[in-house]
């Protein structure tokens, strides 16, 4: 079946910092790939997604990229904020017979502080 | 504004006492989809309706009921809820069931069951 593993969390940086989370899956044929992200006491929001092999997504300053070889989609962004403190998902949408389902992965809380 | 509903946002309730979570969205869209947030698992879906009166299960539909009578709703019912069932609750909508039409998520609901 389809799977995504994300990173253990949380991951506390420092503003300004560099993030990466990881994100792997295992899915047949060519999922499209998400990264939603859900701040404090809100739902989940798309923060960007790929659709095929080698597309890039970014949003925000957020960047990933869809590497079949590995099947990975890790997130990145070069210099945190506070604000992007939150819960960030990966998240797969497999299509064919899938009805809208996302799978996604366990999520990682990620905290910048000043 | 463009939104999904979910109310209440929080319960607190006790097992067998049936209760329904509803779920309404504003943007004419024809898919919409529960999941349960749960640590460690990420969101697992439900339920999901593609259109009025057309509901299926998800990976997770023991215990749980849905319907569909009007397009903009989509409640949650729980018949006889048990301590397994505590959990965080998403409701989502999109245009359709399909790659390029992104789900939007209701706030959640936070659900208590002792």
């Known amino acids: 079946g389809n799977s995504v593993t994300q990173m253990e969390g949380p991951v506390t940086l420092s503003e300004e910092a560099f993030l990466t989370i990881n994100c792997t899956y295992t899915?047949?044929?060519?999922?499209?790939l998400f990264w939603y992200v859900q701040y404090p006491g809100e739902g989940l929001q798309l923060l960007l997604k790929?659709?095929?092999?080698?597309d890039k997504g970014s949003n925000k300053g957020f960047e990933a990229t869809y590497r079949k070889e590995t099947t990975s989609f890790h997130l990145e962004k070069g210099s945190v904020q506070v604000s992007d403190s939150a819960v960030y998902f990966c998240?797969?949408?497999?299509?064919?017979?899938?009805?809208?389902?996302?799978?996604f992965g366990q999520g990682t809380i990620l905290t910048v502080h000043p | 504004e463009a939104q999904v509903t979910q109310n209440p946002r929080y319960l607190i309730t006790v097992t067998g006492k049936k209760l329904t979570v509803t779920c309404s969205q504003n943007?004419?869209?024809?898919?919409m989809s529960w999941y349960r947030q749960d640590p460690g698992l990420g969101l697992r879906q439900i339920y999901y309706?593609?259109?009025?009166?057309?509901?299926d299960k998800g990976d997770v539909p023991e215990g749980y009921k849905v319907s569909r009578k009007e397009k903009r709703n989509f409640p949650l019912i729980l018949e006889s809820p048990s301590p397994n069932q505590t959990s965080l609750y998403f409701c989502?909508?999109?245009?359709?069931?399909?790659?390029?039409?992104?789900?939007?998520f209701g706030p959640g609901t936070r659900l208590t069951v002792l």
């Open positions: 989502a909508s999109s245009l359709l069931a399909g790659l390029n039409n992104e789900q939007f």
């Open positions: 998240a797969l949408y497999p299509g064919g017979t899938s009805y809208g389902k996302l799978t």
């Open positions: 943007m004419n869209h024809e898919y």
């Open positions: 899915a047949t044929g060519y999922p499209s």
């Open positions: 309706s593609m259109n009025v009166e057309v509901t």
């Open positions: 790929a659709t095929k092999a080698d």
